[in-house]
Every structure is written in C-alpha cells, then in structure tokens.
Nanobody, 113 residues
Framework: QVQLQESDPGLVKPSQTLALTCSVS??????????WNWIRQPPGKGLEWIGT???????YYSPSLESRTSISRDTSKNQFTLQLSSVTPEDTAVYFC?????WGQGTQVTVSS
C-alpha cells in the first residue's frame, strides 16, 4: 500500500514562497503510468487541483495557479515538492498530496502576517 506524507510548513507570511514536500513510501514515483498530485481545500470550500508531476517527471499545472507554481521531484528520496510563490491569505488551505488512489493526511497551511 502506498503511503504519502506531506511536510508541515506551519505559518507562512504573505509574499513568501510556500514549499511543501510529499514523501512517498510503499511505491515509487517513477513507476510507469503513475501521476503525483497536489490538491488543496480552502476553509469552507471544495477541493482544488494545483498540479501534477508524472512518472517521467513532466509537471502540469492548474491554469489559475500556473504563474506561481512549480512542482519538482527527487527520485533518490522518492519525494515530490510543491512551491507556490507570492502567497496571500487566499492560499490558506489544507494541502494534500495524492496519486489519486492514496492520499496523505493533509497539512494545514496558514498565510498570515
């Protein structure tokens, strides 16, 4: 069974860059036909797709966030990383990593000065 675990960035100040890492165990991020995703859920709202990095390493981003988003990976550590720049309080949300079948528990990110 694949397990995913998000890092905990805690409180992030406006205009800073949010950096989150998803550590994967029980499976490899280079396994053929796998897609590794970042999703968020703002308070009181539904799930929002942020972006994906597939097993060959190519990233895809939500058009609404693309200008501020970068997703990368470290295959030696079996991790993939989200960077979201110029954050505002509107980026406050629970952030999840998932391969669509398995999900991390989520990590609360609060953007506040």
């Amino acid at each position: 069974q694949v397990q995913l675990q998000e890092s905990d960035p805690g409180l992030v100040k406006p205009s800073q860059t949010l950096a989150l890492t998803c550590s994967v165990s029980g499976g490899s991020i280079t396994t053929r036909s796998t897609y590794w995703n970042w999703i968020r859920q703002p308070p009181g709202k539904g799930l929002e797709w942020i972006g994906t990095i597939h097993y060959r390493g190519s990233p895809y981003y939500s058009p609404s966030l693309e200008s501020r988003t970068s997703i990368s990976r470290d295959t030696s550590k079996n991790q993939f990383t989200l960077q979201l720049s110029s954050v505002t309080p509107e980026d406050t949300a629970v952030y999840f990593c998932t391969d669509w079948l398995y999900w991390g528990q989520g990590t609360q990110v609060t953007v506040s000065s």
